[in-house]
């Protein structure tokens, strides 16, 4: 696009970019089972007129818009008192999980920083299911990922796993409730009286159980305790654009303290223009997202929560038990809430996904670890509840079809794969690699299979590098 010399009207430009959705997978018929969280017509509508209402007030600077620390404020102690935290715990709204994810570690590494000067090497101790969030955050922030093992059968960290990975540079413990990949919690208690024991800050990542697990525990689900009534848990992620069900862009980082959270705030003096005070990475920050975050969690309140998320955790049930009642199909662990994923022995579950795709429904693959089976992933949320038998059925059917049609080998993409590890010029090799596999230039792929089975057979660096190249060349 260039910027056209006349401006064109309002109608040719909300028309013009409705085309651009014309290839989007139809989340509002429930059928992407991922990445969007639908409240549904009505609170989505109130969450959108809120959104607009303060889409250009600014959180940059309270003096000028108390409105946006009023927003703030009332939608943490919200979050907070649902964790159950006390007057003490404090925190800030962000722009969604990786945001308030990055900033636990930060709060960790300057902590550190002053308290312990003599580290130099920051670690941080991850469950090997721990979001690629904490990557990121350790790429950006020079902490060192130490990661460790999960237990093969729950797909849970082993407490004793976590203590021995503490080293002298350990700054901070990391555990999930639930994880996303298999959607179990990690033990949390015991991990807990562990960062006691060794004097460590610990972050549970709430990102997507936060709200959810929360309603199920006042609903009576027996759930372990994740929040701040665990003694050593010092911060906690929640993300409302999840199953919150807020608009996108909005998260909440919480604290045990103020004394633990003074380490994320950010000032800065030193220029010649205005004075800087961020607490969090955003400087300009519209208030669009808190006030739709503000709306949803009063528009439904605690009965209207409750209401949609046992409606999920049952549609859940069903659709766990249907899976598990095709033949050739495992839900892997016990999955806490609402999100899951299951593992084919018999055909390749890559393939399923493709035909599944083909007939409208997204459902995500995730790759194979040397403790977890490659898998499709699935999370239930209330837009979707309506689809269960539909999914099934179609899951049953596509099931089928996979069996009976031509599977993919492994083997000789494993043998391609290795031949283009071995060439001279790697990258070269796997360029072209990517281009037989579809996943090169600007165009996107449409069938998964074959190039999720490469991705599979790389070793995760070169996987990466692979990634970056696809996406440094597609966004042109
Ligand atoms: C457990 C968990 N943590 C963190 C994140 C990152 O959240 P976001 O995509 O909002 O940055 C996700 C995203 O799915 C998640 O599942």
Redesign the pocket.
């Known amino acids: 696009m260039q910027i056209p010399q006349q401006g064109l009207s309002k109608e040719e430009i909300l028309a013009t970019l409705q085309t651009f959705k014309g290839r989007d997978m139809d989340w509002k018929a429930g059928k992407v089972w991922c990445y969007v969280y639908n409240p549904g017509e009505d609170p989505a509508e109130v969450t959108r007129e809120a959104y607009f209402s303060f889409i250009t007030e600014n959180g940059l600077d309270p003096s000028v818009f108390p409105s946006m620390l009023k927003l703030e404020t009332d939608v943490v102690r919200a979050v907070i008192t649902l964790l159950r935290g006390d007057s003490n715990a404090v925190g800030h709204l962000t722009t ?4 308030s ?1 990055m900033l636990a570690v930060k709060t960790a590494r300057d902590k550190a920083r002053i308290e312990h000067p003599e580290i130099k090497e920051p670690e941080m101790v991850l469950p090997k299911t721990a ?1 690629a ?1 904490f990557h990121k955050a350790a790429h950006y922030l020079s902490v060192k990922p130490v990661l460790v093992d999960i237990d093969p059968a729950t797909f849970k960290v082993r407490t004793e796993d976590m203590e021995k990975a503490i080293t002298e540079n350990t700054i901070l413990l990391v555990a ?1 409730a639930p ?2 990949s298999q959607g179990v919690i990690d033990p949390i208690a015991d991990i807990g009286r562990v960062a006691l024991k060794h004097n460590l800050l610990f972050h549970v ?1 709430g ?2 159980g936060g709200i959810h697990l929360s309603f199920m525990r006042k609903l009576g689900y027996d759930l372990p305790d994740f929040d701040f009534t665990v003694p050593g848990v010092t911060s906690i ?1 929640t ?1 409302l ?2 199953y919150g069900y807020a608009a996108k862009g909005c ?1 909440a980082i919480m604290y045990r303290s103020k004394d633990i959270r003074k380490y994320q705030i950010f000032a800065c003096t030193d220029t010649t223009a205005y004075t800087l005070i961020n607490p969090t990475v955003l400087s300009t920050k519209s208030g669009g997202p808190m006030a739709g975050a503000w709306a949803i969690l009063n528009f439904w309140g605690e009965e209207g929560y409750k209401r949609i998320i046992k409606e999920v955790q049952e549609a859940t049930k069903k659709l766990i038990d249907g899976i598990n009642s095709i033949d050739g199909l495992q839900v892997l662990g016990k999955p806490a809430m609402c999100m899951f994923s299951f593992k084919s022995d018999v055909i390749n579950v890559y393939q399923l996904g493709d035909e599944m795709n083909k007939r409208g429904w997204y459902i995500q693959g995730q790759f194979s670890t040397p403790l977890t089976p490659r898998n499709l992933h699935i999370s239930v949320n209330h837009g979707t509840i309506h689809n269960v038998e539909a999914l099934l059925k179609d899951l049953r059917e596509c099931v089928e079809i996979v069996k009976q049609s031509t599977p993919l080998d492994s083997e000789a993409i494993r043998a391609l794969v290795g031949a283009a590890l071995q060439s001279p010029d790697p990258e070269a090799a796997f360029g072209q690699l990517a281009a037989s596999a579809g996943l090169s230039g600007t165009n996107l792929p449409t069938e998964m299979a074959f190039i999720n089975e490469v991705l599979d057979a790389l070793p995760d660096e070169l996987c990466n590098v692979f990634l970056v190249n696809f996406f440094n060349d597609l966004y042109v």
């Open positions: 969604g999980g990786t945001e994810i979001h969030a999930s994880s996303y990542d990102c997507v992620s993300d654009h999840k998260s």
